[in-house]
């Protein structure tokens, strides 16, 4: 890993208050990146060189008031992190339209109004820049109940290719992560009102284990340096295994007879 190509630019993480978002902050922080976290909540720990702001990624006139006080403060962002994303469940016909469009305005709205926040600064700029957005597996599969998650995170896979080739000759790379399950509130929420079971999960991942916040961070850490300066418009699934498996059985020889 390329500890110095981070230092010193500027990095907006958006959900940067806990899970992911806080993994992946920590995590450039410790190369030396300046970390800006846009989040509706609290910080669950404060991180120390994390500057949190109030931002909500649904919202066009809260996202411009983010990058307005990234400009007053400092020099304007090289890597966005479009991370921020809650999760609805329910069947179509069964879920409300509501629901279905807080999802589609978190994941896929906050992707498009960040990304437009950021990318004619990073021109402006034209020191390019890398922006990497969270998709996740579910993404590629037909998960019953995740119908506006399923497809905000497609349409994040989508647009990611789509803005990748729209700035590629400006030095800005545009990929995204998809994350199988990890360990967050996130999951621990589907945890406890039942609509995930940690047996039904695990079972399904070869690795036999769900993802630690850190080993999706490093990811995200690898997209945005320039260590992965010829890599764009891709999606690189950190899943244990989860979407290539074939059959749902370990081979017996690690020592079960
Ligand atoms: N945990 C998993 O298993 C998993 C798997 C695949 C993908 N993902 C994706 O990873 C990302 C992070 O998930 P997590 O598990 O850390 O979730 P989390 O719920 O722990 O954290 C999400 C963060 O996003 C913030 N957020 C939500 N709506 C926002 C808004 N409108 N504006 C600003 N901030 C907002 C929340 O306040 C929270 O801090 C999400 O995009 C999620 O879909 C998670």
């Not at 006080?69 to 921020?84: H, Q, S, T, Y």
């Not at 996130?186 to 399904?204: C, F, K, N, T, Y």
């Not at 059959?247 to 017996?252: F, G, I």
Request: charged share 20%.
């Amino acid at each position: 890993m390329d500890q110095t190509s981070l230092a010193g630019r500027t990095a907006v993480v958006t959900g940067g208050a806990r899970g992911i978002g806080d993994a992946i902050a920590l995590s450039l922080l410790e190369v030396g990146a300046r970390v800006v976290s846009f989040d509706k909540i609290t910080p669950v720990a404060r991180r120390e060189g994390v500057r949190y702001l109030e931002v909500d990624v649904t919202d066009e006139a809260s996202v411009a008031e983010g990058f307005a006080v990234i400009d007053k403060e400092g020099e304007a962002p090289r890597i966005l992190v479009n991370n921020a994303g809650i999760q609805r469940v329910g069947l179509v016909g069964r879920m409300s339209f509501a629901d279905w469009s807080a999802v589609m305005a978190t994941h896929l709205n906050g992707f498009f109004l960040c990304a437009s926040q950021a990318v004619p600064r990073m021109i402006e700029l034209g020191k390019g820049g890398a922006i990497v957005s969270i998709a996740s597996t579910a993404a590629f599969v037909g998960l019953p109940g995740r119908g506006p998650y399923s497809a905000a995170k497609a349409g994040i896979t989508s647009l990611t290719r789509v803005l990748a080739v729209e700035v590629a000759q400006l030095g800005i790379r545009v990929n995204a992560v998809a994350p199988g399950f990890t360990r967050t509130q996130l999951i621990q929420q589907a945890l406890d009102d039942g609509s995930l079971q940690e047996g039904w999960m695990v079972e399904r991942v070869p690795m036999r284990r769900l993802a630690k916040p850190d080993e999706i961070a490093r990811v995200v850490r690898f997209l945005a340096s320039d260590d992965s300066s010829y890599i764009t418009g891709h999606t690189i699934v950190a899943d244990g295994g989860w979407t290539i498996q074939g059959v749902n059985q370990a081979p017996d020889w690690l020592g079960k007879k």
